[in-house]
């Protein structure tokens, strides 16, 4: 069966660009997720969607930083003026349910390069 | 604040070797352990979890990890190791009452040689 997706898998761009970031998640998933992953390091939570409740974007790390859902579908999390330090594998996972107990499913990530 | 610490960045063993990654957490209330594996240029796998019940917990490919409180450990282990584990193992908690919002150690990278 299909899996969480992401795209582009890699993203070259230049300091003060804005990207955008895709995640198609698992269908019948109603949770999704974003976090970081800078080399080296491990994930830092970004931001949570469950159905069509707010958001828990306490992970964003600056108001550059925002991401939308639409119902139970695809997510795009977009950085506006990109700094160097935004370089990272932006890895997105969803679940069945939103519980702390529910396997979160992970796509394969999108490599951001800010030169 | 929740937290989790992985001793050893780098772990190397031989082939049929123990492999023991450590993972140890804090959490102050009743936390949810998961093990994800992430294989060169692909996306987390999930090996095992801990949620209620049994606190020895078998995963995929042979692994197991035991829950001990009274030492906020969760350790990953695997009796023989083989070359196709080399990955590296990221050791994560979320915490009963909330939803699923992981915190992750910074991962431990292994490494098996022949």
């Known amino acids: 069966g299909a899996g969480v997706s992401q795209s582009p898998s890699n993203k070259v761009t230049e300091k003060g660009k804005d990207v955008e970031l895709r995640c198609d998640p698992i269908?019948?998933?109603?949770?999704l997720y974003w976090y970081r992953q800078r080399l080296g390091q491990g994930l830092e939570f970004l931001i949570y969607?469950?159905?069509?409740?707010?958001?828990?974007k306490s992970g964003l790390p600056s108001d550059r930083f925002s991401a939308e859902r639409t119902g139970e579908s695809v997510s795009t999390l977009t950085i506006q003026r990109t700094q160097q330090e935004d370089s990272a594998v932006y890895l997105c996972?969803?679940?069945?349910?939103?519980?702390?107990?529910?396997?979160?499913?992970f796509g394969p990530g999108t490599r951001l390069t800010v030169l | 604040a929740q937290s989790v610490t992985q001793l050893g960045s780098h772990v190397s063993v031989s082939e049929g070797a123990l492999v023991l990654l450590r993972c140890n957490y804090s959490s102050s209330v009743p936390p949810y352990l998961f093990w994800y594996v992430q294989y060169p240029n692909q996306g987390l796998q999930l090996l095992l979890k801990?949620?209620?019940?049994?606190?020895l917990v078998k995963g995929i490919n042979g692994f197991e990890a035991e829950f001990k409180k009274s030492e906020t450990s969760f350790h990953l282990t695997k009796p023989s190791a083989h070359m196709s584990d080399a990955a590296e193992y990221f050791c994560?908690?979320?915490?009963?009452?909330?939803?699923?919002?992981?915190?992750f150690g910074a991962g431990t990278r292994l490494a098996v040689h022949p």
């Open positions: 994560a908690v979320s915490e009963s009452g909330g939803y699923n919002k992981l915190i």
């Open positions: 269908s019948g998933h109603t949770a």
């Open positions: 996972a969803s679940s069945r349910l939103a519980g702390p107990a529910d396997t979160q499913y």
């Open positions: 969607f469950q159905g069509n409740s707010a958001p828990d």
């Open positions: 801990y949620t209620t019940g049994a606190t």
